[in-house]
């Protein structure tokens, strides 16, 4: 049994969400209309089109494209646009206004080359904004150390795992993931908070990503035991 070490300055608080989509009332048939509604929606929406299905199938990886890349493809079938946009690597931003800004230079930079009447999309397959909302509620757990954080991570729901690692980084836009954020500022483990940050989980299925933290930390720990 590993000694207990130095409790953390605060104790971390397990957090898991509810999730709900909640059409906005507004739809694009072609490039320029998708254009115009990405850069005035809510962040909310640009969060749920690159994330929702993650959200629904948290079992499965790895990143599937968003919902954009989706759609100029199969609506409009805009394969060299669907690439770009599919081809958007959204573990690089820390804020869903950047993520945004960097789907619009993309739309912009096609429309600009385009030299053909835009395509419109058929009645019925224009493309449906969609806000995401989250319900953020406290799990009864608690790590006041890194002994307890590893016995913890084992059992709370992916749902939590979801929360901290991919809603609180992008979303709150805090820069990093909860877990990393808390084991550096916390328990000064600086080389395990960049250990766990420098994990992709966009291309993980949240078990398999609940598993790299947990040998992650388990190997600190008996790093810790050993010096001891």
């Not at 254009?35 to 749920?48: F, R």
């Not at 397959?125 to 084992?154: C, G, H």
């Amino acid at each position: 049994m590993v000694e207990l070490e130095a409790q953390a300055s605060q104790p971390f608080q397990f957090y898991t969400r509810i999730h709900l989509g909640e059409l906005t009332g507004l739809k694009a048939g072609n490039l320029e209309e998708l254009l115009a509604h990405v850069q005035t929606v809510p962040g909310s929406v640009i969060y749920h089109h690159t994330h929702h299905f993650l959200q629904q199938h948290l079992y499965l990886s790895p990143e599937p494209p968003n919902d954009f890349a989706y759609w100029v493809n199969a609506a409009l079938n805009e394969t060299k646009l669907s690439e770009q946009l599919a081809s958007i690597n959204t573990c690089e931003f820390t804020s869903i206004r950047a993520l945004r800004d960097k789907i619009r230079e993309v739309l912009e930079r096609y429309l600009q080359s385009a030299k053909r009447p835009l395509r419109q999309a058929n009645e019925g397959q224009e493309f449906y904004f969609v806000k995401s909302i989250s319900f953020i509620l406290p799990m009864p757990y608690r790590a006041n150390s890194l002994q307890d954080f590893a016995e913890i991570i084992k059992k709370v729901t992916i749902h939590s795992i979801y929360f901290h690692m991919f809603e609180a980084r992008l979303r709150l836009e805090k820069g990093s993931n909860d877990f990393s954020l808390w084991f550096e500022t916390s328990l000064e483990e600086k080389e395990l908070a960049k250990k766990i940050a420098q994990l992709d989980p966009y291309t993980h299925t949240l078990e398999a990503l609940r598993g790299r933290i947990a040998h992650l930390i388990e190997n600190r720990l008996r790093e810790k035991g050993s010096t001891q």
